[in-house]
């Protein structure tokens, strides 16, 4: 019996007359069993690729002028900010009572961040001050904070000290891009914090793509109950955290090949309908050539 409905599948040992035979028949022939399973299961998957609907449109991103080198992160999210990409509540500030009067302006309780282009990991040195939640707080963490990138990095340009409003209730997350030499740029998302450092799940596509695309890749990590709700959580707010995905894909795309890599860990998505933030961002940008 003739089925164009589905696929047949044949495991045997034969001379080659016969096994010709059996796929002129329209069967596929395999000696061992478990390529003949793998086979099948990549035609369902292209089968299930080509049943999609055609993908969203992506974002209206308007194109951002890049630096001539890599920006602090304060610019980096002002660069950001430009594609639409929202970041936490902040203020870069040059002195300890400028600092002071963003905490104030921002609300308690904030926190402290170094303020520099050259030192991209600041966590490693000390360089993230959290739960910070007074004045007298604000100007000895400001004051520890430069003595810490004097004691690690001397010849590092520190320009200040970021002040941001310390969220809570949120999911982490880590969206990123990796300029890829035959691909180009390739968006990765995945749970942030030791889930992306220990589990390693995280999920990558090709830049530029859709918000369809973006909620798609969300929900396809291991870890995506955590944001959907599971075991009594608050539902994470999933189509911000798709819309800030796509836009950063979009953003990534327009920068061309100077652009190398975007680290935004962590993000929090907050609650359904509260929003997605960037908290943290990297650019590293190629050298812009006279």
């Not at 299930?48 to 001539?68: E, G, I, M, Q, Y």
């Not at 955590?226 to 990534?252: E, I, N, P, Q, T």
């Amino acid at each position: 019996m003739n089925r164009t409905d589905r696929l047949y599948a044949l495991s045997i040992l034969a001379p080659p007359a016969r096994v010709l035979e059996y796929e002129e028949d329209g069967l596929l022939v395999f000696e061992d069993p478990t390529r003949a399973v793998t086979a099948l299961h990549a035609m369902g998957r292209f089968g299930a690729a080509f049943a999609r609907p055609p993908a969203a449109d992506t974002p209206a991103v308007p194109p951002v002028p890049l630096p001539t080198g890599s920006p602090d992160e304060a610019e980096a999210k002002r660069l950001l900010a430009q594609a639409g990409i929202a970041c936490v509540p902040e203020r870069a500030c040059a002195t300890a009572e400028e600092a002071v009067a963003a905490a104030e302006a921002l609300g308690w309780p904030v926190v402290l961040k170094l303020l520099s282009p050259h030192i991209t990991h600041k966590s490693d040195i000390g360089g993230v001050l959290l739960d910070v939640a007074d004045a007298t707080a604000v100007r000895i963490g400001f004051a520890t904070l430069l003595e810490r990138a004097r004691a690690v990095a001397p010849h590092a340009r520190v320009s200040g000290v970021l002040v941001a409003r310390q969220l809570r209730g949120g999911t982490e997350c880590i969206l990123g891009i990796k300029r890829d030499p035959v691909f180009g740029p390739v968006a990765m998302f995945g749970l942030g914090g030791v889930f992306v450092e220990v589990l390693r799940d995280v999920v990558l596509h090709r830049c530029p793509f859709g918000e369809d695309v973006a909620e798609r890749m969300i929900r396809t990590i291991r870890g995506a109950p955590l944001l959907l709700g599971a075991r009594g959580r608050r539902l994470a707010d999933v189509r911000a955290l798709a819309a800030m995905l796509a836009r950063l894909s979009v953003f990534a795309d327009q920068a061309g090949p100077r652009l190398a890599a975007i680290d935004l860990n962590p993000v929090i998505a907050m609650p359904d309908g509260e929003g997605t933030f960037a908290v943290d961002a990297v650019i590293e940008l190629e050298p812009a050539h006279a």
